[in-house]
């Protein structure tokens, strides 16, 4: 079991950056895949960015690709989303989340694949 808090989300101009964490407990951290998603109102929740157990492979989703940078300090059981040039269209709650069932590098990219979630944070871009 593991529980996970984000925090960083605000209300930023367009053009903007923030900086999101995500801060998991326990002493299993480095044996998750960890990835970041988030959910605008009347839509779906969809995969931004994942990361692997170790930090070396890493995958975006296509709209947020050159903008948005995934990291993780195992030492600290935290995983960063560094959201820079920020666009109305990412507007929504992110939320970041576990996923359990991988090994090595393996990186996942669907909701219904990851374990454990976080309450989310409000990420509000306004143009």
């Known amino acids: 079991q593991v529980r996970l808090v984000e925090s960083g989300g605000g209300l930023v101009q367009a053009g903007g950056s923030l900086r999101l964490s995500c801060a998991a407990s326990?002493?299993?951290?480095?044996?998750?895949?960890m990835g970041w998603f988030r959910q605008a109102p009347g839509k779906e929740r969809e995969f931004v960015a994942v990361?692997?157990?170790?930090?070396?492979?890493?995958s975006y989703a296509d709209s947020v690709k050159g903008r948005f940078t995934i990291s993780r300090d195992n030492a600290k059981n935290t995983v960063y989303l560094q959201m820079n040039s920020l666009k109305s269209e990412d507007t929504a709650v992110y939320y970041c989340a576990a996923d359990a069932a991988v090994l090595g590098i393996t990186i996942r990219t669907l909701n219904n694949e990851y374990d454990y979630w976080g309450q989310g944070t409000q990420v509000t871009v306004s143009s």
């Open positions: 990361i692997s157990r170790s930090g070396g492979r890493t």
């Open positions: 326990g002493p299993t951290f480095s044996r998750y895949a």
